[in-house]
């Protein structure tokens, strides 16, 4: 390979995000077009990075006055020590620096004690005020030292091998420190111009607010690229100079029937019966029997229609999902028959 002089470029996605549902917790990017497969290949890539190789900070060890296990009461605290530790892992903290710090918390009212009671070093920053740590009744008195640190994925407690009790009554916790809560993707398939062999990568990421779905992928890509760069075992072949971004306009990505509501789906398969989609004898004869005959007739229903028919679970659903997707079909999308025929006639007249 080091001695061709030319390659074929390679097709450079756009990538776009939602900026109607982006939230600091939310987050739904799009990448298209891709080479065909790369959907997949990207996809889990950037979804087991986003997952398990983001930095973040929490809580590792705590001290609570009067307390030297996990296993104690404290007098006139609801809650005993353990649920107490369980509140303190939800703690989310965004760290501006990344290196450890210290948090207290002390309230000796009666009252609740929330994460907004909890006074942090200044590079820490807490993200759920309202999060509560645990009720005191009079006479109560909670005491905390929070010891923060940064890091990736997940950290089992680190106790001091030897000691069951430590010399400053410090309790050790198992912590994430991920940012990243959920990740999921789609793929689908997309046009540019008349080839349909090209991925469309969707990416729904869900933070827990310490940081922006922007930010972790960011990390995740910076991540993943480092890694990659090691493998190269010469020159890197400059597909980014001789390639160029394609940039897919909603006319290249559909067929006739993008004005009418139906944008890229072949609508010579939506007249015809539903046994096109292969689908189990099951979900068929659920269909059949509640008069969904054609695969027009099944995307016209909703989701929660169609659990309504007898016998349809939601195991048939996703079966039938499934097997709509695969031709770029869903649920739910209302289309009339007349705009199917009128579209046919259009393509008709063309192609005469």
Known sequence: MSNKLEYKPLTIPLI??????LTNTFGE???????AGFGITLGNALRRILLGAVEGSAVTSVIIKGV???????????????????NIKEIIIRNKDGKPGKMHLRVSTEGTAKVADIKADD???????????????????????FFVE?????????????????????????????PVVQ???????????????????????????????????????????????????????????????????????????????????PVELLLKPIEELELSARAHNCLIGAGKKRILDLVNLSEDESLKIKNFGRKSLREVKESMKAFGLTFGMNIKEADIKKVMK?????SE
Request: proline letters at 3%; charged letters at 25%.
């Open 123 to 145: 590079h820490l920053e807490l993200i759920n005020p309202n999060h509560i740590i645990a009720h005191i009744s009079e006479g109560g008195e909670l005491d905390i030292e």
């Open 16 to 21: 776009k995000w939602n900026h109607k549902t």
């Open 346 to 350: 259009n393509k008709n007249q063309e």
């Open 183 to 265: 990740v999921n993707f789609e793929v689908e398939k997309t046009r540019v111009g008349k080839d349909i062999d090209y991925d469309k990568l969707i990416l729904n990421i869900h933070t827990d607010g310490s940081e922006t779905p922007a930010d972790v992928l960011n990390y995740c890509v910076s991540v993943l690229r480092t890694q990659l760069e090691h493998f190269l075992v010469s020159a890197e072949i400059p597909f980014n100079e001789i390639s160029t971004v394609i940039e897919v306009k909603k006319e290249e990505v559909t067929d006739d029937g993008a004005q009418l509501g139906f944008a890229g789906v």
């Open 150 to 178: 940064s890091s990736r994925g997940y950290m089992a407690a680190q106790w001091p091998i030897g000691k069951a009790l430590q010399e400053d009554n410090r309790i050790y916790l198992d912590a994430m420190f991920s």
């Open 68 to 86: 030297n296990n996990e296993f104690s009461n404290l007098p006139n605290v609801v809650e005993d020590v353990m649920q107490i530790l369980l």
């Open 29 to 35: 990017i799009v990448a298209q077009p891709l080479e």
